[in-house]
């Protein structure tokens, strides 16, 4: 077992601890308009659950189903905070609040495991703004970060007593209440934890005992699931191997493609000079336990699973993230400090890439919001995305849910609300708007290979939208700056390349 002397190699370098937290908010901090990519909606979603009680043009448009589901990560925070702050801003402070709980885990867990904080830890610092984090996936970012700081506790004291069972037990609770997969990830932590630890098979059962609490969340999983209508969505399969292959080549995927896999490599090249040159080959036990099964569980899970998206691509940063974590401190000093130097470089590229990137497309976003001055309050707008190139693209932005923004800003209806099947704690009254109008009918894919815009799917839809009884129209994208009106619509307001079309 490691000595828990919390005494490190570098004193005087202490608060650079507490500085790597902070300096995680910078990027959400210096945007105009943060780049998750799903924050509008998951914002749009707050809005009407802190304010549907208080508000007509939200009461006719929804109904809200409050429930114990394992996906409240940032909806519970982000909705107390909402009469202080304002549904908007609070969203912001929530997914603020993120990376840095990252850091501040990912600390205490290397503390935990190896008596002090590591070298290692700062190396793993950029994985703290992985992919899922730029996606936006804000309950499950904000379950990992807990589920990393209550495996730190489990890593770091015996849990014999019967307090600290029940505390663990409403800990459990706490990670399964924030996001399923932040639990099984947590379970995985403790596996590898009990695991690293065993000396001979008797002492498996007591292991086994030890951990039974970290269970408990099995009991509102199933009242949960028994509500759930149909099979949920089962598992699926996309591309296996190339599939998986790209999960963790693109970990750090959301910015530039070169400077995120550069910046993935010499992660890479980092943690191997920790390993060989610093900490002489030493690995801590538990932590490389964890670490293998977070990639077993990485390569074994599928893309899709209970219609939620990117479970592998979920788990594969969180995966490297404790493999880093697992290189033992170096014994020279001097050789350690180098390696902190390294993990402080590469966390300063991560965070600046990505406020710089913010910065600037946020100062974008926000001229292209300005359309929304001349949306009518309680209206029905319909939001179109014209995606402006063909493939995949690697840099990661909310363009494609900006929609979203309709419905804090001006309470109007808008579609490109994700509505997860069994996960609804708000649902659409309009059965019409509720089958053809949600997240996805905004789509409009280029013409590939000509990578032009599609105007005929465009005005199908603009058409589709005006027969539906929409109100507006907000055409975004890759698309004419000079694109004429549906019949029946006139120009209100163009921004930033955007153009807004309401009914005379």
């Not at 009991?219 to 296996?240: H, T």
């Not at 599609?454 to 005006?466: N, S, V, Y």
Request: one cysteine or more.
């Amino acid at each position: 077992m490691p000595n828990h002397d919390d005494r490190s190699s570098f004193p005087r370098w202490r608060l650079l601890m507490p500085a790597m937290v902070a300096l995680a908010f910078a990027p959400v901090l210096l945007a105009s308009v943060p780049g998750f990519v799903d924050m509008p909606s998951h914002m749009a979603r707050h809005h009407v659950l802190a304010n549907i009680a208080h508000d007509p043009a939200l009461g006719r448009m929804f109904s809200v189903h409050w429930q114990w589901i394992a996906n409240l990560g940032a909806d519970l925070p982000s909705v107390l905070l909402t009469p202080l702050l304002g549904s908007e801003r609070a969203t912001v402070v929530v997914a603020a609040l993120l990376a840095p709980l990252m850091v501040l885990g990912l600390f205490q867990l290397s503390r935990a495991a190896h008596g002090r904080v590591s070298a290692s830890a700062f190396v793993a610092l950029p994985f703290a703004m992985h992919q899922a984090w730029m996606w936006g996936f804000l309950n499950y970012c904000m379950g990992v970060a807990l589920a990393l700081l209550v495996a730190a506790w489990l890593y770091a004291r015996p849990r014999g007593r019967s307090r600290d069972q029940a505390l663990l037990a409403v800990a459990a609770l706490g990670v399964w209440t924030a996001h399923m997969a932040s639990w099984v990830i947590l379970l995985i932590l403790a596996l590898g934890n009990e695991l690293g630890g065993l000396r001979n098979w008797r002492e498996l059962w007591p292991a086994i005992r030890r951990n039974l609490v970290l269970l408990i969340p099995i009991v509102p999983l199933l009242l949960w699931r028994s509500e759930a209508s149909g099979n949920g969505g089962g598992p699926a399969y996309v591309d296996f191997v190339n599939t998986k292959l790209i999960v963790f080549a693109s970990a750090l995927r959301g910015t530039d493609k070169f400077v995120d896999l550069v910046l993935l490599a010499a992660i890479g090249g980092a943690s191997v000079v920790a390993l060989v040159w610093a900490a002489g080959r030493r690995l801590e036990r538990r932590l490389l336990i964890s670490g293998m099964l977070l990639v077993i569980a990485t390569v074994a899970a599928p893309t899709t699973i209970l219609n939620a998206w990117g479970t592998d691509l979920r788990t594969a940063p969180i995966a490297l993230l404790v493999l880093v974590l697992a290189i033992a401190p170096s014994a020279r000093p001097e050789r350690e400090r180098l390696v902190v130097i390294a993990g402080i470089a590469l966390f300063c590229v991560r965070v600046g890439t990505v406020a710089r990137d913010w910065t600037v497309h946020g100062r974008s976003l926000e001229q292209r919001l300005t359309v929304l001055e001349a949306v009518p309050h309680g209206s029905r707008l319909g939001y179109l995305w014209a995606a402006p190139e063909c493939g995949f693209p690697w840099r990661l932005v909310p363009d494609e849910k900006l929609g979203s923004y309709a419905l804090t800003r001006r309470d109007a209806y808008t579609n490109t609300l994700f509505m997860v099947d069994n996960a609804k704690l708000m649902t659409i009254r309009d059965p019409l708007l509720a089958q053809r109008w949600v997240s996805g009918s905004q789509d409009v894919p280029p013409l590939c290979p000509q990578n032009r815009a599609d105007l005929a799917t465009l005005h199908t839809k603009m058409a589709a939208m005006r027969a539906d009884g929409f109100d507006a129209v907000w055409v975004s994208g890759g698309v004419p700056a000079d694109l004429p009106p549906p019949p029946g619509f006139v120009v209100a307001k163009r921004a930033g390349g955007d153009t807004l079309f309401v009914r005379r």
